[in-house]
């Protein structure tokens, strides 16, 4: 069992930038592949940015590529979502995730490859 605890987000004006942590008490964190997806009220969960379990593989949704960069510390058990330049169309729920498997990054791209959620953090850009 993986537990995910997403933390980081909050209140932020238009050109702005916040970082999200997702830290895991397992110690199995560096064995799944992680991701990033976000869901904004009334709308579907989507894909924003995985990374594979090395860290050497990553992927990005086409909205977001350039602005925001996704990273890993496996000593440290801790996801992170580095978000530049946000807009307010990046207002939503962030939620981290864990999917198991040695796969690319972007197998991770659907919410159907992963096995575990947080319960998400809320950020929101304002314009």
């Known amino acids: 069992q993986v537990q995910l605890v997403e933390s980081g987000g909050g209140l932020v004006q238009a050109g702005g930038s916040l970082r999200l942590s997702c830290t895991s008490s397992?110690?199995?964190?560096?064995?799944?592949?992680l991701g990033w997806f976000r869901q904004a009220p009334g709308k579907e969960r989507d894909f924003v940015a995985a990374?594979?379990?090395?860290?050497?593989?990553?992927d990005y949704a086409d909205s977001v590529k350039g602005r925001f960069t996704v990273s890993r510390d496996n000593v440290k058990n801790t996801l992170y979502l580095q978000m530049n330049s946000l807009k307010p169309e990046d207002t939503a729920t962030y939620y981290c995730?864990?999917?198991?498997?040695?796969?690319?990054?972007?197998?991770?791209?659907?919410?159907?490859?992963?096995?575990?959620w947080g319960k998400g953090t809320l950020v929101t850009v304002s314009s």
């Open positions: 995730a864990a999917g198991r498997g040695s796969y690319t990054a972007s197998y991770y791209s659907a919410t159907s490859k992963m096995d575990y």
């Open positions: 397992g110690r199995t964190f560096s064995t799944y592949a």
């Open positions: 990374i594979s379990r090395s860290g050497q593989s990553t």
